[in-house]
T-cell receptor, first 116, second 111 residues
Framework: SAVISQKPSRDICQRGTSLTIQCQVD?????MFWYRQQPGQSLTLIAT?????????ESGFVIDKFPISRPNLTFSTLTVSNLSPEDSSIYLC?????????????FGPGTRLTVT | QKEVEQNSGPLSVPEGAIASLNCTYS??????FFWYRQYSGKSPELIMF????GDKEDGRFTAQLNKASQYVSLLIRDSQPSDSATYLC???????????FGSGTRLLVRP
């Protein structure tokens, strides 16, 4: 498994501002992902963070709103820009370990964002 | 659209009973499936994954996969009140590394 930390664990932000969330893993991992979990809902994949190249975004998510960086194999950031109350959610970093066949995916503790 | 379906529950079982959680999926190209447990206010915790037809056991948990019928299940033996949580089923589709999550089943184990 992998030990994943996220900062901040929670934040309250004003409309129109931005929040950057950091994700740190205790070992090098190939795949890192960012998910969103809205209240009472399941997990939705925002993007795959690619080391050394632009992130791969899912339908409905765009780079201008959710810029992602991944400078190395253990660290990534997600920025949620131009915040609105609809962005209030839990944001989760996730990493994949193992081989293509024996593949496991783990989640960080999450960042709870409230936009006022 | 590739989907993973779960009954939202709640599924209520008495302490000591077997809890059976089910999940169906639409994509026959799905390669492997994952069960996560999520306590309220916490992040999902991986319980186990399965990619071969049949059963896979780990302690009190057994995952079952039937690719012909496109369903996955999780059995929890000797259920404890501490097992009360939402259980998320996720499928890994084709050769992608992405997981598609179901909406989760809430399990309530009554003392």
């Amino acid at each position: 498994s992998a030990v994943i930390s996220q900062k901040p664990s929670r934040d309250i932000c004003q409309r129109g501002t931005s929040l950057t969330i950091q994700c740190q893993v205790d070992s090098q991992v190939t795949m890192m992902f960012w998910y969103r979990q809205q209240p009472g809902q399941s997990l939705t994949l925002i993007a795959t963070a690619n080391q050394g190249s632009e992130a791969t975004y899912e339908s409905g998510f765009v780079i201008d709103k959710f810029p992602i960086s991944r400078p190395n194999l253990t660290f990534s950031t997600l920025t949620v820009s131009n915040l609105s109350p609809e962005d209030s959610s839990i944001y989760l970093c996730s990493v994949a370990t193992g081989t293509h066949i024996s593949y496991e995916q783990y989640f960080g503790p999450g960042t709870r964002l409230t936009v006022t | 659209q590739k989907e993973v379906e779960q009954n939202s529950g709640p599924l209520s079982v008495p302490e000591g009973a077997i809890a059976s959680l089910n999940c169906t999926y639409s994509d026959r190209g799905s390669q492997s499936f994952f069960w996560y447990r999520q306590y309220s206010g916490k992040s999902p915790e991986l319980i186990m994954f399965i990619y071969s037809n049949g059963d896979k056991e780990d302690g009190r948990f057994t995952a079952q996969l039937n690719k012909a019928s496109q369903y996955v299940s999780l059995l929890i033996r000797d259920s404890q009140p501490s097992d009360s949580a939402t259980y998320l089923c996720a499928g890994r589709m084709d050769s992608s590394y992405k997981l598609i999550f179901g909406s989760g089943t809430r399990l309530l184990v009554r003392p």
